[in-house]
Every structure is written in C-alpha cells, then in structure tokens.
C-alpha cells in the first residue's frame, strides 16, 4: 500500500457489517465497490452502484437524512489501509484501500475536488438543506421559468397566446438553462422540489434518472394532474388507469388496435386524399393545415363519415381547454355526454380501413372499455400534425431528396426540438429514495422533455403505443405536400410558434 497523502483517489472495497437498516441503499446491502478521496475533513467516498442503478456520494463526516432523520456518518482509521465507518456509537462498513486508482484525472488541491469525485455535497446537510433539495429561490425560479411557460401554453390544448410569448421569450431554452445550472449545482440531481399544497416533486435531470422513473414499477403514469387534466374528456383512457391489472388490458387493447399495419393503405390514401385540397400555389397557413390534420385524423381514427363532423373537434376542443386547468376547473358533463354521444355514433360504424373497424373486431374484457380509449386517439393526432407542420419548416430549408428516412429525420427532430408533450408526469406508488433522500408514495415525478433528449414518445411501459401510427400518418402527409409543391417558409418566426408559421408554395417542376 502506497503512502496515503491528502486527496489521493484510490479503488476501495466497502464491507458492510451486520447491522438494523439504516435506509441507506449502499449501506443496507453486501459488498461494494468504491472510488475514495481522503482529503481530512472533506472525505469522500463514492460507492459505485450505492442502489438503485446509482452511484452514492458520502462525505466522511457528514449527515445523512434517511426517513427517522439525521443520520452521522464517520470514518476512523483502524490501520493503514483500513477505515471503520459509523453511524454515531455503530460500526456499520469497513473501507479497505486497494489501489491507487490509476487511470483517474488527478485531484485538484486548489478548488479541494476531483473531476471523478465531482464537489459532492449531497448527503451532506449544509446550512440545513440537503443538497439535491431546491431551496426556496430555486423553487420560484422553477416555477416562473418552467412550470408557467407550460401552463401558460396549455399543456392539453395549446393556447395561441401562451406559445407566442413562450416563443418570444425563448421559454424553452431559458428553462433549459435553467436546469442545466441546477443539475451542475445539485451534481446531476435529480431535484426535490416542495410544492405547496402537493408536497414532494422530484425533476430527474439525469438519463439514468430519466430511464428509472419512465421504467420503474413504483411510478403510475396515471399522475394526480393527468387524471385531473384528462378526467374532462377520457375517464377510461388508458394513460390515467391507475389499477394495474386493468393498465395491463388496456396496454394490450391500444397495442393491438392501434399496430399500423392495420390500417396503412386506408392511411397513405386518406391523406393524399385531404393533401391534395391544399393549395398548390399562394400561402398554406396553419389554420389551413389545422383543418386538413384534422379531417384526416377523424377519417383515420372514425372513418370518412366523420371527415366533416367538425362539432365532434369543436366539442373535443372544449373540453381540452377545461384539462388545461387539470383538477382545478369544473367539469362539464353535458359537454362530455354530448361528445361521447357523438363519437360513439360514428364508432359504431366500424368503417372499414378506420381505427373504429379494428377496435370493433378486437377482443376485449368490458372492463377495457373499448369505445373510452378512442377520444385519446383523437386528442393525440393534433401533436402529430404540430410535428409535421414544424418538420415541414426543417425540411423546406434545404432542397434535398425526400426519401422516406429524411421525412421520418425531420419529425424525429422537430419532437425532439419541440416536444409536445412538455412534460411526463409520473407519481410515485411507495416511498422512493432519490440519493439518500426519501419521498412519500403520491410524490409528483416530472421529466421536462424538453430538457431531456430522445423521449418524445416517453419510453418504458408507458411509451406511445401510437408511436407507428404517427409516424406513418406525418411522413405521408409530408410526402404529399412535397411532391406537389415546392415549399419556402414565410418569414423567420421562432419555428416554437406553430400557429405563425407559414408556407410560400408553388407547382414543383418535374
Ligand atoms: C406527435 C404525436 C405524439 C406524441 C409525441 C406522443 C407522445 C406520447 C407520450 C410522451 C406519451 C406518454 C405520456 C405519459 O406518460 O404521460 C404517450 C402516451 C400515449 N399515446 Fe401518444 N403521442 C403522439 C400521438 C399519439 C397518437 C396519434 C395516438 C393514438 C392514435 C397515441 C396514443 C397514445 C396512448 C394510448 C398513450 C398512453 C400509453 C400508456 O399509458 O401506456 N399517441 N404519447
């Protein structure tokens, strides 16, 4: 063993010794690996793999909150190599040097870090806040520059004068800063946040982070403001199904019904059908577009004799407004009723080469509720098509082959520039420990999209099931558009703000 001088890193073994748990994942459990700085009294011992898929950050002396309170953490040295950690009288691991830990950039005795050892101080309480915990500053800020770009804009049903001044204030990239700093501040995150009123929510700023929560089992997508939100016009959807079992029956029905290859024919003609009613020369605004997406959305999911039921959307788009004040607005119920009644009319149709043909012939427990997944359906095309309208914008910068992968490029990076679901909303179903720090069962979980890349579709068991099928529908229509016309966007406007976008067309020359 080489002499140990301050702020050495080294590869270390920590044997945990038999003891009551103490809520801390690393040292509740067997063995583990270990990355360790001794720098006096900023010791700092990173077990790799502390629980839970992550590794933990200690510091030697140093408090740690598990759920009865304030736990301290020591280290004493028994030889020369060996270190004995305890909880205040308790003897709870043994730390044994191995090796230097080659291969590591050295440590920086100025700033006293280490770039493998980030400056860690989360499980430390320091002037009574424990790192990872936003403080009350920060709590604001999150809510004016993350939260209220959101709500501003109508998570459910955009609002044309929430995106505009979103867009005129980059909202995105300033909550996005805003984040950034906090995640390098709290050393990666993810972030506690206490709201009033609804107690514990928890930001994952990390991939890791973001994987665990859109995979684990001890968080429902059937959140408290979603239910609140889509309870206006889907009680039944699948996305707010909290009962497990049911979940389960509901995933398969909308995975079944909902596999494109359904319906893919009746899809690429449907749209060419509607396509070819837009100009071929002068101006296509969004309002033009809109109204397209939207027959093509009630042809595909209702079938053709809904393509000018525009009372049905209308009605739709009531109750959207009211889900954009989740719990906190009324529900309408002779709204809902009336939408309902309507929707099931043109359901029980089952046209042929429509979503309502393949929900009729498939099989479900009445429980499912069939007929209730369909408004989900119906909602969820209007993202499709502000994808498309975006990626047009991407796509009519560059003159360029429009195969079908550089179509499908194009929507893929216009949702991950733009995403639009903001935010996936999970809660938790037991007490979670995010680094030491647990939350209660019901806590809020947020994974800004925006911030995070790849997860338009959300991922894990939750993931869009109508994934395919959007893809399918908005290369089609991108490819109808463009093999038509030559395109030019209007302007510069902030590509954020869909409804201002404008297309400058005229016939493409063959
Ligand atoms: C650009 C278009 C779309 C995007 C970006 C998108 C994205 C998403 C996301 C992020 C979720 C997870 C939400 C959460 O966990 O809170 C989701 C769920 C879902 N989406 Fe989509 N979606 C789109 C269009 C569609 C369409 C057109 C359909 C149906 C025709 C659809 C059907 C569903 C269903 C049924 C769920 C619930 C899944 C579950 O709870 O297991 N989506 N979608």
Redesign the pocket.
Known sequence: MPTITQGDLFTATLEVLDHPPLGVPALDAGSREAVVRLAGAKSLVRILDGGEGHDLDLALPGGYRNREGKLRLTAHRLTKDVFAIEAGERRIALLRLRDRAVGLPDFDPEGNHHPALRPTRPLRLRRGRTLGRASLWETLRLGVEVALPIIAQGAVLRRPLGVRLAALTRADQRANRLLARLRDRHDGGPLLVRIPLRGWAVIPLSEADVRRT?HGAEFT???KE?QGALGHFQLD???V?RDPEL?AQ??AF?EEV?RPDMIADAVRAKVADEVATLPTRGVITWPEFHATQRRI?RR??LGDAARDDEQLTRLLDRLRGDANWSYFAARRTDVRVAFQRRLEAHLRRAEQGS?ARVLAQTRADPAVHPEG?AP???F??D??G??AWRALALLSAREEPRDADRLRAA?RES?RRW???PA???DTTAPTTWRGVTVPAGSMVAVV?SFMDE????DG???????G??ML??THVLDEILREREVRMVGRPPLLDHFRLRFAVRPRER
């Open positions: 859109l997508p059937a959140n979603k959807a699948l996305l199904t979940r509901r995933r909308n909902l959305a595909v999911v979503l997944q989900h359906w119906l969820a095309y993202a499709a502000v994808a929507m949702l995403p639009t679901t996936i909303l999970r999209t997860v338009p579709f959300s068991p939750a993931r869009c099931p109508g994934e099928l959007v529908t908005a």
